[in-house]
């Protein structure tokens, strides 16, 4: 079976919450790809770890698994130019695509997990903690990737007052603590060698970087890894189509977009970077993070649409990303209409939150799915400025790119997540560098229209 084949078993195992019955096999191979574990696991019998960790540890492998793939495929970046972009760039946008699907499922399961009763929670949560801690098949380096689920972890358990809750949260505070320290030592690394805010570079290695991107290319080799499908970014001419586009902004203005979200936990905090710098910024939402519609048309709103509120409450625009983060360049016809119509009809049910605004998930489109935004009175908003901050865990590497392409571009729409920590990290850095550097940052209305302010 090929990976891909995959990947819908252990998001089926997820989504039906068979998290709580079943059971796995003995310890899995540390050498078999992590999805081929993951499907073995419905036929096993027996389980060394607690009923229910089982599902949740394959899912975390899976994750931690195209975490280092995307290390490995942008491991040369700067060596990247032209069709060996392009090509990483389709690679990475598929990895992330799967990844994505994976840890929406996996991060429902952690949240009902943490919300469980402490006898089912606790042992199960335990497991996790101690793979972690313990998988003599991890490298230091690989806490990079498990930040995220013990922040989703954590953000309900806080709320647990009893011991065997206090207890839990400190395990979890210590399992962060350690990822911000491994975090830190990459990052002063990063900075020693190409300089930092304040800092000069003094050139050099990243040895312990180095050091990691060498085990995993050992581990994962390029060559079978881009072999892999690729999402092509259509060329075509598309002018005339009201596309936004951010090389057509003033001279040093920037607008910043958020993609992906809501998350439980950054979107959140990226707002409140936001608001205390003053900043406008629109996000662009999946429609099945926000609800969903049931047959006879009843909108059914999830809980996450309260942060979608919040947001435009606060004064952020909100725009349509697609019901499902599909790639909507394959799509046409009926399935097309349904991707854009469902996440339209959602954010009509949350007060304020409709715009005009639309962002095609990878930039994957061409004049066939603009014309079917046309219905909805949706304009396209494209990016010029691309973080790659679902792909590097570094932050002062992802603030370095942005400020590079910023450099070359003078102007642009800057595209970062807020479904991982990355964007947080950097933005208390970028927007105050920027700032100095004559930039400013603006917004858009609800019909796409350039927001600047201290302008008529
Ligand atoms: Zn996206």
């Given at each position: 079976?090929?990976?891909?084949?995959?990947?819908?078993?252990?998001?089926?195992?997820?989504?039906?919450?068979?998290?709580?019955?079943?059971?796995?096999?003995?310890?899995?191979?540390?050498?078999?790809?992590?999805?081929?574990?993951?499907?073995?696991?419905?036929?096993?019998?027996?389980?060394?770890?607690?009923?229910?960790?089982?599902?949740?540890?394959?899912?975390?492998?899976?994750?931690?698994?195209?975490?280092?793939?995307?290390?490995?495929?942008?491991?040369?970046?700067?060596?990247?130019?032209?069709?060996?972009?392009?090509?990483?760039?389709?690679?990475?946008?598929?990895?992330?695509?799967?990844?994505?699907?994976?840890?929406?499922?996996?991060?429902?399961?952690?949240?009902?997990?943490?919300?469980?009763?402490?006898?089912?929670?606790?042992?199960?949560?335990?497991?996790?903690?101690?793979?972690?801690?313990?998988?003599?098949?991890?490298?230091?380096?690989?806490?990079?990737?498990?930040?995220?689920?013990?922040?989703v972890l954590q953000k309900p358990l806080q709320a647990d007052p009893t011991p065997a809750g206090a207890q839990l949260n400190r395990r979890l505070a210590?399992?962060?603590?350690?990822?911000?320290?491994?975090?830190?030592?990459?990052?002063?690394?990063?900075?020693?060698?190409?300089?930092?805010?304040?800092?000069?570079?003094?050139?050099?290695?990243?040895?312990?970087?180095?050091?990691?991107?060498?085990?995993?290319?050992?581990?994962?080799?390029?060559?079978?890894?881009?072999?892999?499908?690729?999402?092509?970014?259509?060329?075509?001419?598309?002018?005339?189509?009201?596309?936004?586009?951010?090389?057509?902004?003033?001279?040093?203005?920037?607008?910043?977009?958020?993609?992906?979200?809501?998350?439980?936990?950054?979107?959140?905090?990226?707002?409140?970077?936001?608001?205390?710098?003053?900043?406008?910024?629109?996000?662009?939402?999946?429609?099945?993070?926000?609800?969903?519609q049931d047959a006879s048309g009843k909108i059914k709103l999830s809980h996450l649409a309260d942060l979608t509120e919040d947001l435009v409450k606060s004064?952020?625009?909100?725009?349509?990303?697609?019901?499902?983060?599909?790639?909507?360049?394959?799509?046409?016809?009926?399935?097309?209409?349904?991707?854009?119509?469902?996440?339209?009809?959602?954010?009509?049910?949350?007060?304020?939150?409709?715009?005009?605004?639309?962002?095609?998930?990878?930039?994957?489109?061409?004049?066939?799915?603009?014309?079917?935004?046309?219905?909805?009175?949706?304009?396209?908003?494209?990016?010029?400025?691309?973080?790659?901050?679902?792909?590097?865990?570094?932050?002062?590497?992802?603030?370095?790119?942005?400020?590079?392409?910023?450099?070359?571009?003078?102007?642009?729409?800057?595209?970062?997540?807020?479904?991982?920590?990355?964007?947080?990290?950097?933005?208390?850095?970028?927007?105050?560098?920027?700032?100095?550097?004559?930039?400013?940052?603006?917004?858009?209305?609800?019909?796409?229209?350039?927001?600047?302010?201290g302008q008529p």
């Amino acid at each position: 079976m090929t990976m891909r084949r995959l990947w819908p078993l252990l998001l089926i195992t997820l989504a039906a919450g068979g998290v709580w019955v079943l059971q796995s096999q003995p310890r899995p191979l540390p050498t078999r790809p992590p999805l081929e574990v993951a499907a073995t696991l419905a036929q096993a019998v027996t389980h060394p770890e607690p009923p229910g960790a089982a599902p949740l540890l394959e899912a975390l492998r899976a994750d931690l698994q195209v975490h280092r793939q995307l290390i490995v495929l942008f491991a040369n970046e700067s060596n990247l130019v032209g069709s060996g972009l392009e090509r990483a760039l389709a690679v990475g946008h598929r990895l992330h695509h799967e990844r994505r699907d994976l840890v929406h499922q996996l991060n429902g399961a952690l949240t009902r997990l943490a919300k469980e009763p402490a006898p089912q929670r606790d042992p199960v949560i335990g497991a996790l903690l101690d793979w972690m801690e313990a998988d003599p098949d991890l490298l230091e380096l690989d806490r990079l990737a498990f930040r995220d689920s013990l922040r989703v972890l954590q953000k309900p358990l806080q709320a647990d007052p009893t011991p065997a809750g206090a207890q839990l949260n400190r395990r979890l505070a210590q399992n962060l603590r350690e990822s911000d320290r491994v975090e830190a030592l990459v990052d002063a690394e990063y900075q020693r060698v190409f300089g930092g805010p304040g800092a000069s570079a003094r050139g050099g290695q990243r040895d312990r970087w180095q050091a990691y991107v060498t085990e995993l290319q050992k581990r994962i080799p390029l060559g079978p890894l881009i072999m892999g499908a690729a999402i092509p970014r259509p060329a075509e001419e598309l002018k005339g189509s009201r596309e936004i586009n951010g090389t057509e902004l003033p001279e040093k203005v920037l607008i910043l977009t958020f993609d992906d979200g809501p998350h439980r936990v950054y979107t959140e905090e990226i707002k409140a970077i936001l608001q205390k710098e003053q900043v406008p910024a629109v996000f662009f939402e999946v429609g099945r993070n926000l609800g969903a519609q049931d047959a006879s048309g009843k909108i059914k709103l999830s809980h996450l649409a309260d942060l979608t509120e919040d947001l435009v409450k606060s004064g952020f625009l909100v725009g349509n990303h697609s019901y499902t983060h599909a790639q909507l360049s394959k799509e046409t016809g009926a399935p097309l209409d349904l991707e854009i119509r469902e996440t339209d009809q959602l954010l009509r049910a949350i007060p304020g939150a409709h715009s005009q605004l639309f962002r095609f998930p990878y930039g994957a489109r061409t004049k066939v799915q603009l014309q079917a935004l046309e219905p909805y009175h949706l304009r396209s908003v494209l990016w010029n400025i691309d973080s790659l901050d679902w792909a590097d865990p570094v932050p002062s590497s992802v603030a370095d790119r942005v400020l590079k392409v910023i450099a070359h571009e003078k102007r642009g729409i800057i595209l970062f997540h807020d479904i991982h920590d990355r964007a947080g990290k950097v933005l208390p850095i970028l927007i105050p560098k920027l700032r100095a550097e004559g930039y400013r940052f603006a917004g858009l209305d609800a019909e796409g229209s350039l927001l600047l302010a201290g302008q008529p």
